[in-house]
């Protein structure tokens, strides 16, 4: 979901049978390891990578996410997590 594309068509595949009024976005990734110890330490870029899954693909999800749910009839009645 870091590519904001493919979170905007998952919304938007989500509405297709009903109108969109809860959202949860908890995909993620993890990769082990240290900044500093005795092994090699992580790099930038695979932090970098982390960074743009788990947090860029929940604000793709969730921001594409509320602008849809914004124009729903039942406002005040939308949940975002």
Do not use: F
Not at 11 to 39: E, H, I, N, Y
Not at 50 to 63: D, H, P, Q
């Amino acid at each position: 979901m870091s590519d904001p594309v493919t979170a905007a068509a998952a919304v938007d595949q989500a509405t297709v049978l009903a109108p969109l009024r809860a959202v949860v976005s908890c995909a993620g990734v993890a990769t082990p390891g240290k900044l500093v110890g005795r092994v090699e330490p992580l790099c930038c870029e695979t932090v970098m990578r982390v960074l743009a899954i788990n947090v860029g693909g929940t604000v793709n999800v969730m921001s594409h996410a509320a602008a849809v749910m914004r124009t729903n009839e039942a406002r005040g009645r939308t949940a975002v997590c």
